[in-house]
């Protein structure tokens, strides 16, 4: 069920930025503010992964080794949107990248997929020189 709206993707030469964005859809009108979000990716021919997930009750966030230190979540709740900065981007950073209102948000990430409830359509995000 795709009712989240991802924006913000492009290309972008290594070592440079971007800010993907995540709201609601106007039919849906889901109040961000109240969900754990999670931002993932899928590469070609790999499987969807989890990189970021920000918590609904004390804004705790979590990342994947991958993009710790690089990536940011963060939420703007007066425009009901989550963030996504991403700084220092390389090469294997290209993919396809989601939203997701999940259920869980936490150390475990085995469990971020499953407890996803409502996806994006996803942004592409294009690192190349």
């Known amino acids: 069920q795709v009712q989240l709206v991802e924006s913000g993707g492009g290309l972008v030469q290594p070592g440079g930025s971007l800010r993907l964005s995540c709201t609601s859809s106007?039919?849906?009108?889901?109040?961000?503010?109240?969900?754990?979000v999670a931002w993932y990716r899928q590469a070609s021919g790999k499987e969807r992964e989890g990189i970021a997930c920000i918590m609904a009750t004390n804004g705790n966030s979590f990342y994947v080794d991958p993009v710790r230190g690089r990536f940011t979540i963060s939420r703007d709740n007066a425009n009901n949107t989550v963030y996504l900065q991403m700084d220092s981007l390389k090469p294997e950073d290209t993919a396809t990248y989601y939203c997701a209102s999940q259920t869980f948000c936490g150390v475990a990430l085995s469990l971020w997929k499953t407890s996803a409830e409502i996806w994006g359509q996803g942004t592409q995000v294009t690192v190349s020189s």
């Open positions: 106007s039919r849906l009108r889901l109040n961000l503010q109240y969900r754990n």
